[in-house]
């Protein structure tokens, strides 16, 4: 196993259409999170699974924002009616469940710019 | 709620030589971790060291040791004999001791290593 991928790794599109991310985290891992780095800041918590449930939403995940992990393995971040405001690198991270040493492992991120 | 705050927007360093970077937080749990994360630039984000609040003793992994000061909410890393892979920003954070739980991060520090 290579660890966290994600993709696309960029992607630029206009404002009011919408993107999906794909995130592949490491296989036996069973907690998946996304988090979202805006230039000069540290990364900001959006949403986390444990298998396939979404155990926690921050409040920065607008209605706009919509994230699946259908079969506890990849997980889908979908942005509808893109905004601005929502250019950032988008990261993913994975970890082993309950119990385990808590290190998460971080994707490469996908950069998102909204024209 | 939890808040990390790390003051030195940027930092350097002459190669071989110390430098400590600092890390404050704010937190009502009595049990957590500390981390510090390393993001080299265009590449993705690392584990540097770890520390679990319970435990007194400062954590320490090859060239890079923390300073944990309970009290204060304190939580310094030192990097020695300093490389040129050094260079990074560095992003101290925290999460509930719970497990596998998100992070909060800081707004991260930019060492860059002098040869």
């Known amino acids: 196993d290579t660890g966290v991928s994600q993709n696309p790794r960029h992607k630029i599109t206009k404002r009011g259409q919408n993107v999906t991310f794909r995130c592949d985290p490491i296989?036996?891992?069973?907690?998946l999170y996304w988090y979202r780095q805006t230039l000069g800041q540290g990364p900001e918590f959006l949403t986390y699974?444990?298998?396939?449930?979404?155990?926690?939403k921050s409040r920065l995940l607008s209605d706009r924002f919509s994230a699946e992990r259908p079969k506890g393995s990849f997980s889908t971040l979908e942005i509808q009616r893109t905004e601005q405001g929502d250019s950032a690198m988008y990261l993913c991270a994975s970890s082993l469940g309950e119990g385990a040493l808590n290190e998460q492992f971080f994707g490469p991120g996908t950069r998102l710019t909204v024209l | 709620a939890q808040t990390v705050t790390q003051s030195q927007p940027e930092m350097s360093v002459q190669e071989a030589e110390t430098v400590t970077l600092s890390c404050t937080y704010d937190t009502s749990e009595s049990d957590y971790y500390l981390f510090w994360y390393k993001q080299p630039p265009s590449r993705q984000m690392i584990l540097v060291i770890r520390q679990e609040a319970y435990k007194q003793q400062n954590a320490t992994e090859n060239r890079f040791s923390v300073n944990f000061q309970k009290a204060a909410k304190s939580f310094s890393l030192k990097i020695s004999d300093s490389q040129l892979g050094d260079a990074a920003m560095y992003f101290c954070?925290?999460?509930?001791?719970?497990?596998?739980?998100?992070?909060?991060f800081g707004k991260g520090t930019r060492l860059s290593v002098i040869a």
């Open positions: 296989s036996e891992h069973n907690r």
């Open positions: 699974f444990q298998n396939e449930a979404q155990l926690e």
């Open positions: 954070a925290t999460s509930l001791l719970s497990g596998n739980t998100p992070l909060v």
